[in-house]
T-cell receptor
Framework: GAVVSQHPSWVICKSGTSVKIECRSL??????MFWYRQFPKQSLMLMAT?????????EQGVEKDKFLINHASLTLSTLTVTSAHPEDSSFYIC???????????FGSGTRLTVV | AQSVTQLDSHVSVSEGTPVLLRCNYS??????LFWYVQHPNKGLQLLLK??????LVKGINGFEAEFKKSETSFHLTKPSAHMSDAAEYFC????????????FGQGTTLQVKP
């Protein structure tokens, strides 16, 4: 079945540094990838939609200069949290949409802790 | 506008008893509907999906859901709960538009007691 690899699974970084999270579709091509943020005991909040070869579309209230998204190929999207602060600590999950329209596959998530 | 409501934030059952997780949706068009499960600090795993074929959808791990258009519901059921079913469950709707955005319910925490 479709597999999405997301890493790192967890990362601890210092305030002011940047962190990059990768999301790869291993056995299918994904024209669209989605990045979500999840707070404890809450549902997923869509941050942005990433289309291969074009700029990401950010949801209202999400700072595009802080959360940089790159979707350089049909199998890779990256989310970079720039100048991280403790309030950016969260669980980040990516999802890839199969270009054949077969559905959505989620990554295993990344737990980011900013100290 | 599309929306999805999970009617219970927390459900507790005993092992071996039936599970019912309720979900209602609102959609102007015929949507695709999904149920996902999330274990702690993990991503989401697809349990089942409805895409306008059979209204009774069978998924993995013994779960199934029935699409009822007249009630705008898509409740998730399982005849007999296992301890390993304890997790967070999300009902999700995919609108008919081409944006591909998924709309998530708030989630239901399923507790399974021995």
């Amino acid at each position: 079945g479709a597999v999405v690899s997301q890493h790192p699974s967890w990362v601890i970084c210092k305030s002011g540094t940047s962190v990059k999270i990768e999301c790869r579709s291993l056995d299918f091509q994904a024209t669209t990838m989605f990045w979500y943020r999840q707070f404890p005991k809450q549902s997923l909040m869509l941050m942005a939609t990433s289309n291969e070869g074009s700029k990401a579309t950010y949801e209202q209230g999400v700072e595009k200069d802080k959360f940089l998204i790159n979707h350089a190929s049909l199998t890779l999207s990256t989310l970079t949290v720039t100048s991280a602060h403790p309030e950016d600590s969260s669980f980040y999950i990516c999802s890839a949409r199969d270009r054949r329209g077969l559905g959505y596959t989620f990554g295993s998530g990344t737990r980011l802790t900013v100290v | 506008a599309q929306s999805v409501t999970q009617l219970d934030s927390h459900v507790s059952v005993s092992e071996g008893t039936p599970v019912l997780l309720r979900c209602n949706y609102s959609s102007s068009y015929s949507p695709s509907l999904f149920w996902y499960v999330q274990h702690p600090n993990k991503g989401l795993q697809l349990l089942l999906k409805y895409t306008s074929a059979a209204t009774l959808v069978k998924g993995i791990n013994g779960f199934e859901a029935e699409f009822k258009k007249s009630e705008t519901s898509f409740h998730l059921t399982k005849p007999s709960a296992h301890m390993s079913d304890a997790a967070e469950y999300f009902c999700v709707v995919s609108p008919s538009s081409n944006t591909g955005k998924l709309i998530f319910g708030q989630g239901t925490t399923l507790q399974v007691k021995p």
